[in-house]
């Protein structure tokens, strides 16, 4: 019985809340939970007994308007909700690269520094015609980060300018990540060509979608040539190198030590000397204390002086007034416009104070060359010798006499015996030589001269030696030089706008010889490509017979670019093998270049019919939603949404980021509509491919907008806002919810019950017996009435 009272209590409790719901206004979707979640409050106590189980207290911003009224309001009045701050919109960025204002960056010269080529960090002050330098441009991006270029994602090639035969030019980028993009621009051998001041370069940038910009730096250095017409490329001379003899100025005594300083003077007006290395060699009485005999002199401009010292002793023996060290130099210098070596051996004298015991001194000399020596000229010389000792006569004097590969020997044997030289005496030796046809650029040959002897010394008899060189001057310029090697290089070379991966293309390319004076012969180029990029249906060897100085040739070859998983830009190596002739002789030569091109995955990114939400009424919120699928291998960046028409939306403009390879979804407007009808509007979604090239695609879209259930909910404008969104939920459909939730919960207690019943009834029957003995209790009645009263009140309650 008790639990017939318990399933009566609870109807009585549902049907009372359906009441209320239906006398009560619409409830939306947020507000019905916390109503639900009471309904499953109830629980069974112990005795049988239902309770409710209290929810925690609410906090006010989240409980109903009507629970929680605020000082002043009436019951039931709604407060309007507190506004919500607008998102911030997001900031748009703009692509890198999009433009020359926006992304690209504008590039400008910083600064520059001058330096002499191949010695160094020497500064330069003035740059003339024909002089070989090396520079140093720091260039600043505005608006391009380190991040977006690359640190290793910058190359520079040189433009036309005032500068030629530059070498490679090399990269260094200074910024930091996140900070505007900085490098430096080195050039380490350029020539001036005496015409402007100009440095243009180009910046190319690996990265796709960068542009490449070209800058232009002013060099001020430069001294313009003021000569008529253009003779850039006329061979110079050899530059000669004076050497004069600064110190010691007094005698030089047995064991002494004394510092060799030498001046070195640059007498060329044309060339100016680089990579000057000075070899000192003393002769059998003088010693270097010093590390090494070698001097390194970075450069010698046109006209300039420089010192050097070396430290040295003196022997103990010390033959005549004077010891001969030998000087020899080295160096490179312009001619043509091409870098060439040079040579030059002199000899420097050094006063002694010889002792008894030393060797006699023998001085070479020959007599006087009245001009220089042409190529092919044959002439006689005359070598001088005197014997300078005032006591020591010398015996047995052989001279011998060795030419170079320049100058030739006619006698009929290389070797003098000349016998007995007495103390203070000479004798003249003549020389028939002949100049080859052939002279070098040097201005002067050298020919050596040994000799040897016996004297007496206070040892007994001893053997004496003196070699030297004998200096014969030469008209190197009636002479043929050798000539620059010419070099075969890629001026231009061409793919397209751009490459896709899968793509056959044609790569044309044009080599050129960058000799004015000599041809380039059996020219074989060979292609080596890297990882991403094969030659297509075609060799990787041409063949080119003859390509004629300052001559150009295009050449075409199909190239595939392959499938790869990211955006990379393979890079193809061309080599030159060839010939060309120097005078009578061929010679070869190599040289190779390397070229990218940047590869980009082709663009699958697809978008799909819209697709709205089953029932599109007024003043109800539904979607619309665009499905799209990234089929490329590639990412598609900034994927920005806008919805355009007459519809309102809880956000019309949708920034939704980048969307990686095989990525799917769908893009999801929320909209109420405010009218009825047919609505019409156009989704716009725009994107940036791997190229990053903007692309837009137009959706439109079309739908039918029904009236809302309830015509009399008709909400202003003020109202529809303080209200949460949600969907509507209608009182019929809490009072279905209801009704279905007691129904059950009777259906499952009239069960229990009806299980209970069948137990007390088999109870009964093995208890007949008992019946008999024990009469009726009275107090079992008195509950059976006040059972049958409670449900009495119980009925009186439904029918209120």
Same mark, same amino acid.
């Given at each position: ?11 009585? $409790? ?13 409830? $939306? ?740 017996? $008992? ?30």
């Amino acid at each position: 019985m008790n639990r017939k009272l318990v399933i009566k209590r609870a109807v009585i $409790w549902m049907l009372s809340m359906m009441i209320t719901l239906c006398s009560a206004s619409p409830v $939306w979707a947020t507000e019905a939970a916390p109503a639900a979640a009471a309904a499953e409050n109830l629980s069974e106590t112990g005795n049988g007994k239902t309770e409710e189980i209290k929810p925690a207290e609410t906090n006010l911003s989240e409980a109903k308007p009507e629970d929680a009224n605020p000082p002043g309001e009436k019951p039931g009045e709604t407060a309007p909700p507190a506004e919500k701050p607008a998102p911030e919109k997001e900031k748009e960025k703009s692509p890198s690269g999009s433009g020359e204002s926006e992304g690209s960056g504008k590039l400008t010269v910083d600064g520059y520094e001058v330096y002499a080529a191949l010695s160094g960090n020497s500064p330069i002050d003035a740059i003339r015609k024909g002089k070989n330098v090396k520079l140093v441009v720091s260039v600043r991006a505005e608006g391009l980060t380190t991040e977006e270029a690359g640190k290793n994602g910058i190359t520079v090639s040189k433009l036309s300018d005032s500068f030629r035969n530059a070498g490679a030019a090399k990269v260094k980028v200074t910024s930091k990540r996140d900070e505007n993009l900085e490098f430096t621009v080195t050039i380490p051998k350029a020539v001036y060509s005496g015409r402007g001041n100009e440095l243009r370069l180009r910046v190319n940038y690996k990265k796709s979608g960068i542009p490449s910009e070209t800058i232009t730096a002013e060099i001020s250095e430069c001294e313009e040539y003021e000569g008529k017409g253009d003779n850039s490329e006329d061979a110079t001379g050899q530059p000669v190198i004076r050497i004069k003899r600064i110190s010691p100025q007094t005698a030089v005594g047995s064991g002494e030590s004394f510092g060799l300083e030498l001046e070195l003077e640059n007498t060329s007006k044309e060339s100016d000397i680089e990579d000057l290395i000075v070899n000192i060699s003393p002769g059998n009485g003088l010693y270097i204390t010093d590390d090494t005999g070698s001097q390194v002199v970075s450069s010698l401009g046109l006209k300039q002086k420089k010192k050097i010292t070396v430290r040295m002793t003196a022997g103990q023996e010390l033959a005549g007034p004077s010891q001969s060290v030998d000087i020899e130099m080295k160096y490179n210098y312009y001619s043509g416009g091409s870098l060439t070596s040079g040579s030059l051996s002199q000899k420097v004298q050094i006063p002694v104070r010889g002792g008894a015991a030393g060797q006699p001194l023998i001085r070479i000399g020959r007599g006087r060359i009245d001009r220089p020596v042409n190529a092919g000229e044959t002439f006689q010389m005359v070598i001088r010798l005197e014997n300078t000792s005032h006591d020591k006569d010398i015996r047995n004097l052989t001279a011998t006499i060795e030419p170079n590969d320049q100058i030739y020997l006619l006698d009929e044997t290389d070797t003098r015996l000349l016998g007995e030289l007495k103390a203070g005496t000479a004798v003249d030796i003549p020389v028939r030589l002949q100049a080859g046809a052939e002279l070098s650029q040097a201005a002067s040959q050298l020919l050596g001269l040994s000799l040897k002897f016996d004297y007496d010394s206070d040892k007994g008899s001893s053997q004496g030696t003196i070699a030297e060189k004998l200096v014969i001057p030469t008209n190197g310029k009636s002479g043929k030089m050798n000539i620059p090697t010419p070099n075969i290089i890629i001026r231009n070379y061409s793919y397209g706008e751009k490459v896709t991966a899968g793509q056959v293309f044609d790569l044309e390319m044009e080599m050129t010889n960058t000799s004015s004076v000599t041809a380039a012969e059996n020219v074989v180029v060979s292609l080596d490509t890297g990882e991403g990029i094969s030659i297509n249906s075609s060799s990787n060897t041409i063949y080119i017979p003859k390509l004629d100085a300052g001559a150009a040739k295009k050449q075409s070859i199909k190239v595939q670019a392959l499938f790869q998983s990211k955006l990379q830009s393979p890079k193809i190596t061309i080599s030159f093998k060839y010939e060309y002739l120097d005078g009578k002789e061929r010679k070869q030569a190599t040289s190779s270049e390397t070229i990218a091109i940047p590869v980009y995955q082709p663009d699958r990114f697809e978008l799909k019919s819209p697709v709205y939400s089953e029932n599109f009424r007024q003043n109800e919120e539904a979607t619309i939603s665009i499905p799209y699928v990234n089929k490329g291998r590639g990412q598609v960046f900034n994927v920005e949404a806008k919805l355009e028409g007459d519809i309102p939306a809880l956000e019309k403009d949708l920034t939704l980021g980048n969307f990686e390879a095989g990525k799917s979804g769908t893009i999801d407007f929320v909209v109420t509509p405010k009218k009825t009808g047919k609505v019409e509007g156009k989704i716009r979604v725009s994107y940036e491919d791997e190229a990053m090239q903007q692309k837009t695609e137009e959706i439109p879209i079309s739908v039918e907008v029904m009236e809302a259930q309830n015509e009399q909910a008709d909400f202003s404008e003020n109202d529809e806002m303080a209200r949460p969104r949600g969907t509507v939920l209608w009182p019929a459909t809490a009072l279905a919810v209801l009704l279905a939730t007691a129904l059950f919960a009777a259906a499952k207690a009239r069960k229990k019950f009806r299980d209970r019943k069948m137990e007390d009834a088999k109870r009964e029957e093995q208890d007949d017996d $008992w019946d008999d003995v024990f009469p009726e209790d009275e107090g079992g009645e008195e509950v059976e009435n006040g059972t049958a009263e409670e449900e009495q009140d119980a009925e009186e309650r439904t029918e209120k």
